[in-house]
């Protein structure tokens, strides 16, 4: 089923004329979503929907290759093309104000990134994949003792070694760009198919896979000199390691999953737009991270 990269209203199969249209309609009536996906994606300039539909059509062309691949493109493109995302352009030496602006956004994130794994994992019935999500759940949210905590435990402990107590990020309510991405990921957790959700998500594991500097990124995610330099906390390093070590294995694992179970159950193209929906989240909540850290500039 096709479906609208902006909002996921859904058409026919490969029915790339009515979503023409569609993204037309909503963009004549000034809707920021679909305005914003036309000029990031296909043109600026004011084109009927028949003009369109070739250009939609290349977006979703998974050009000869996998849609890991398909996916591993767009993202690249998004956030790691010739300007990579502001955010990852801080986050290669990063400040105080930037870490913390992480640390004070992120924990509204991987509360909700558990919501959508645990979702995922009721709706399939791919042992594979609620094996593959019960290992998620524990690594970023539950740990697994003392010796191996998870991700959010490290986030937390990054914040204090940088002077913020837990007590006060855990209080500190949420920007709305961040609101309107967990809102986002929850209806796709809990609406669109298992497999679109799962893209969804891990697919933005992809942000610190530093095997993509292979496939065409610019940068890394950081500067890997920062884990062994003494410009930011131990327990900074602590976080950005964790990532930095497991992300690489999580989205290609998940990216796999998805492959193979979409071509399976014919959902690559829901899959391919509520991808492309949740990088535009990501976006925006990336661009939170920085705002939240302005708070904390010197």
Same mark, same amino acid.
């Not at 791919?126 to 949210?141: A, G, H, K």
């Not at 690559?268 to 990088?279: A, G, P």
């Not at 661009?287 to 939240?292: I, N």
């Given at each position: 089923?096709t479906?609208?990269?902006?909002c996921?209203i859904g058409?026919?199969?490969?029915d ?8 037309v309609?909503?963009a004549d009536?000034?809707d920021s ?8 994606n ?5 084109s009927?929907? %028949?003009? +369109?539909?070739?250009?939609?059509e290349a ?7 996998? +849609? &890991?691949s398909?996916?591993?493109?767009? !993202?690249i493109?998004k ?8 955010? $990852?352009?801080?986050l290669?030496?990063p400040t105080r104000?930037?870490?913390?602006g992480?640390?004070v ?8 990134w558990v919501?959508s794994?645990?979702n995922?994992?009721?709706r399939?019935d791919? #042992? %594979? $994949? ?7 759940l524990? &690594?970023?949210f539950g ?5 191996r =905590?998870?991700h959010?435990?490290l986030?937390?402990r990054?914040g204090?070694s ?7 990020v855990?209080a500190t309510? #949420?920007?709305p760009?961040? $609101? ?6 929850n209806?796709?957790?809990?609406r669109?198919h ?6 969804a998500?891990h697919?933005l ?5 530093? @095997?993509?500097?292979? %496939? ?11 884990l062994t330099? &003494?410009?930011?906390s ?12 497991a992300d =690489?294995?999580?989205?290609e694992?998940a990216?796999?999953l998805v492959?193979?179970f979409?071509g399976? +159950? @014919?959902?690559? %193209?829901e $899959? ?9 989240? !990501?976006? @925006?909540?990336?661009m939170?991270?920085?705002?939240r850290?302005s708070?904390?500039? @010197?």
């Amino acid at each position: 089923m096709t479906k609208c990269p902006a909002c996921l209203i859904g058409f026919g199969r490969e029915d790339f004329t009515a979503l023409a249209h569609h993204l037309v309609d909503r963009a004549d009536e000034s809707d920021s979503d679909h305005v914003r996906w036309l000029n990031q994606n296909l043109t600026r300039k004011r084109s009927s929907a %028949e003009e +369109l539909v070739p250009s939609l059509e290349a977006v979703y062309d998974l050009q000869g290759g996998s +849609l &890991t691949s398909w996916v591993k493109r767009n !993202f690249i493109a998004k956030f790691y093309g010739k300007d990579p995302h502001p955010f $990852v352009v801080a986050l290669q030496h990063p400040t105080r104000a930037t870490l913390l602006g992480y640390v004070v956004e992120h924990q509204h994130f991987l509360r909700q990134w558990v919501r959508s794994c645990a979702n995922i994992m009721a709706r399939t019935d791919q #042992p %594979e $994949v609620v094996f593959y999500e019960l290992d998620n759940l524990n &690594t970023e949210f539950g740990g697994f003792g003392p010796e191996r =905590v998870s991700h959010y435990e490290l986030l937390l402990r990054m914040g204090e070694s940088l002077g913020v107590d837990r007590s006060t990020v855990l209080a500190t309510p #949420p920007l709305p760009a961040t $609101v309107k991405a967990i809102e986002g990921w929850n209806d796709i957790a809990l609406r669109e198919h298992w497999t679109a959700a799962m893209a969804a998500m891990h697919g933005l594991e992809l942000i610190a896979n530093r @095997d993509l500097v292979e %496939e065409g990124a610019t940068v890394r995610y950081f500067d890997p000199a920062i884990l062994t330099g &003494t410009e930011i906390s131990n327990a900074a390093k602590n976080f950005l390691r964790e990532g930095y070590e497991a992300d =690489v294995e999580h989205s290609e694992e998940a990216l796999e999953l998805v492959t193979r179970f979409a071509g399976e +159950l @014919d959902t690559v %193209e829901e $899959v391919q737009s509520t991808f492309l929906r949740s990088i535009d989240l !990501f976006d @925006d909540y990336l661009m939170a991270r920085l705002e939240r850290g302005s708070d904390f500039a @010197d």
